[in-house]
């Protein structure tokens, strides 16, 4: 069940979770990974996002954040769903996939059942706050996969 954020401190650094509908392993496929890190890219140069740690497992991603800038953590996160969640969706549509139209079955009836919530991606709980003053994010952060490692 999806919870909203809740972001009381605006300093503060968050850890986040966000999960696939019904835990579809979607990032075993690099490219589906690779949109994710590509809009979390783009909230950092552009929304003022920082990311001081972060792990992609093959049906969710664990983010701790905090922000720079005007733009508050629910927009910063509401848009980074919505793009990421299209973009996948796009890229199941486009891309050889095998279970194409299983997942976007299961993606469009989950965004049937709950008109809030995003048709790939959930909150799998609320924020928890984990430090109330800033911190400093870490200069290089790195994906790791089999086949390679990848700064954010």
């Known amino acids: 069940m999806p919870f909203a954020y809740r972001f009381d401190n605006p300093e503060g650094a968050y850890f986040v979770t966000f999960t696939v509908v019904e835990w579809v392993d979607v990032f075993t496929r690099n490219s ?18 920082r990311i001081h740690a972060w792990v992609i497992m093959s049906s969710h991603l664990h983010l701790i954040i905090s922000r720079t800038g005007k733009e508050g953590f629910s927009d910063i996160i509401r848009d980074f769903k919505k793009y ?17 139209n299983w997942m976007l079955w299961l993606f469009k009836s989950a ?14 709980s609320g924020s928890r706050v984990i430090i109330r003053k800033n911190l400093s994010p ?15």
Do not use: H, M, W
Not at 32 to 49: M, P, Q, T, W
Not at 111 to 124: C, E, F, I, V
């Open 32 to 49: 589906y990974a690779d949109i994710v890190i590509e809009s979390l890219r783009f909230c950092i140069r552009k929304k003022g996002l």
């Open 138 to 152: 870490t200069n290089s952060l790195t994906r790791s996969s089999n086949t390679s490692t990848r700064i954010l």
């Open 111 to 124: 965004g049937k059942k709950n008109s809030n919530n995003n048709p790939a991606l959930r909150d799998n």
């Open 84 to 100: 990421t969640a299209d973009q996948i969706i796009a890229a199941i549509q486009a891309e050889p996939e095998s279970r194409r």
